[in-house]
């Protein structure tokens, strides 16, 4: 199967500590580790066997699930793109919960998508460079309802092809960009719980929020529902 990491933030009904919750293969645990502490000094890294909980007796849940914007050709925006680190904003908002009554949790699940999916993008650049408009490029890969859309239009079309043909030099820079690492599949879910179905759907509002910092522009955005 696929190797998955995932990554919980989380703030427990009655508690002030905002934990991070990280599960990776048994086989990368040591590398893991190693890497965490390479980049947050002096943090305190432990398996632990317990869970957390954070509703309460009588309190309102609300959710959210996060989806892309557009094609996932196009990339988000990445740290280094940033000026500060990402992981402060998201902690800030957890970190203003109430100590009771409220809480909320965040997971992000991450695998690879494996060769076949990076050469498809492969692909859809190659075609970009000779000329198709995105909408053709992606037209192997959109399903064969798709592809019987597009033969209908060129039965009935009255349009005359043009012999010339021009880049779309947004969407090749967009995706030559995105090709600089391997891809990843992911799913961000959130979770909010309160005394209130307002409180808990603007505690969400507050998280997905936190996210905008990774929108680009000229890219993708990150879209919670």
């Keep these: 199967g696929r190797e ?56 309102i849940s609300a959710a959210m699930t996060a989806k892309l914007s557009r094609e996932p050709i196009y990339p988000i925006k990445t740290y280094d793109q940033m000026e500060q680190d990402p992981m402060n904003t998201l902690l800030n908002v957890f970190s203003k919960l109430g100590k009771d009554g409220e809480g909320a949790a965040m997971q992000i699940v991450v695998s690879p998508v494996g060769e076949k999916e990076d050469k498809k993008f492969s692909a ?75 409180r808990a759907e603007q505690i969400l509002s507050e998280i997905a929020s936190s996210f905008n910092q990774f929108n680009d522009p000229t890219g993708i955005q990150l879209i919670f529902e």
Excluded: C
Aim: hydrophobic residues 40%.
């Design 4 to 59: 998955y990491f995932v990554i919980e933030i989380a703030k427990a009904s009655g508690s002030t500590a905002v934990v991070i919750y990280v599960a990776v293969p048994n086989e990368k645990i040591d590398l893991f580790e190693k890497q965490i502490l390479s980049f947050y000094h002096g943090t305190k890294v432990r398996a632990v066997t317990d869970d957390y909980n954070i509703f309460i007796d009588g309190s």
């Design 124 to 198: 859809i650049l190659e075609s970009l460079r000779k000329g198709k408009s995105l909408k053709e490029a992606m037209l192997p890969y959109a399903g064969f309802n798709a592809q019987l859309v597009d033969i209908g239009k060129g039965f009935f079309s009255s349009k005359k092809p043009s012999d010339e043909k021009k880049t779309d030099d947004g969407a090749i820079s967009k995706l030559t960009e995105k090709l600089k690492s391997s891809s990843l599949h992911a799913s961000i879910k959130i979770i909010a719980s309160a005394g209130t179905s307002v």
